[in-house]
């Protein structure tokens, strides 16, 4: 399972910039603004108190945090009048399943904020700058402590890059960000329920996949699409295998499935890796059950998945993972359950 929160925000903005200019004209042109005038939509960079009227010492009616929207009425000198937190209404357009966190169960109220990092699709160099809270917040949030709420802060922040600005070179990695932050606190949070032991995938709750879809179909043929693609498996993988060779037999069929289809992915390597593992998994389980003919059958695929590894991957330590499975297999070490003679 990937690491949450990555222990180096893989790629700097500078060579995120770089890389993926050339992805953003494949983009889908679809822009959604949540009924609202885009000019007018906007975010905070910081927790912000709405007031009833202009003062710092008028009642406080709501809170917004960073990432939820609010929707600028008027100016008034330090001050802006909002429809704040706006977003509980966009999330209609989220399929059946609303934004996770405690921070979310809010309520949209009009009031006034402070006129200070509120950052919107007019705002100049915006792209970068949500871009970068939101990877600050990401990396606060894999620290021992982190802040209450930091990781869906960041979820937020960066899902407003690519609405604010659908056509920064940056979008498709925010998109990206946005759905795999989401993506693995789901994943956590599906793994402590007791149904995350069951053996069919459908007896447990999914992970939403709006979002990790949402990128493939807005940015096909990119390395974020077929990242996303590589995520979607984990909602078809078995809880616990419970000994079986259905669900590794299956399992594997799915992420040589995914290696073929996208063969140049990022993605690619790890999951002919996890081929290799659940056909090594297969020879133990096949001796166990003295079917030789299988276990002969999944130890040749085993060899074979390793060396197109090798082959196509030199250079990934997938690749040499793969290998030293595959010697296991071949010297009859078995790789699942206990190894020792």
């Known amino acids: ?31 959604k603004t949540a009924g609202y005038d885009r000019a007018a939509r906007a975010t905070v960079l910081h927790e912000a108190n709405v007031y009833i009227s202009p003062d710092a010492d008028a009642q406080k009616i709501s809170l917004v945090t960073p990432g939820h929207e609010v929707v600028v009425i008027e100016r008034n000198g330090p001050w802006i009048r909002v429809f704040a937190n706006t977003d509980v209404e966009e999330k209609a357009d989220d399929a059946d399943k609303t934004d996770f966190g405690e921070e979310d169960n809010v309520t949209p109220a009009s009031g006034w904020i402070r006129d200070k990092g509120v950052v919107g699709p007019t705002t100049k160099g915006g792209d970068a700058i949500l871009y970068g809270a939101a990877a600050t917040l990401e990396e606060q949030a894999s620290e021992p402590h982190a802040p209450k709420g930091a990781a869906g802060q960041a979820h937020l922040l960066y899902r407003r890059v690519a609405d604010y600005f659908p056509d920064s070179s940056i979008a498709p990695e925010a998109a990206w960000r946005s759905a795999d932050v989401r993506w693995q606190l789901e994943k956590r949070d599906v793994s402590t329920l007791p149904s995350a032991k069951e053996q069919e995938a459908f007896l447990r709750p999914a992970i939403y996949d709006g979002e990790m879809k949402k990128v493939i179909k807005t940015y096909p043929g990119t390395k974020f699409a077929a990242m996303a693609a590589f995520k979607l498996i984990d909602n078809k993988l078995c809880g616990d295998w419970q000994g079986l060779p259905k669900c590794p037999e299956m399992e594997s069929g799915l992420y040589e499935k995914y290696a073929q289809q996208f063969p140049d992915g990022p993605m690619t390597a790890e999951a002919l890796y996890d081929a290799v593992y659940r056909q090594g998994v297969l020879v133990t389980m096949y001796t166990v059950e003295e079917n030789k003919k299988r276990a002969d059958n999944a130890a040749a695929h085993t060899q074979a998945l390793a060396e197109q590894l090798r082959a196509k991957y030199p250079a990934s330590d997938y690749s040499a993972r793969g290998a030293s499975l595959a010697y296991r297999v071949a010297q009859g070490i078995s790789v699942y359950g206990n190894d020792r003679d």
């Open 1 to 31: 399972m990937q690491c949450f929160l990555r222990t180096s925000l893989a790629g700097s903005l500078a060579v995120t910039m770089a890389f993926v200019a050339p992805a953003v004209g494949q983009r889908s042109k679809q822009d």
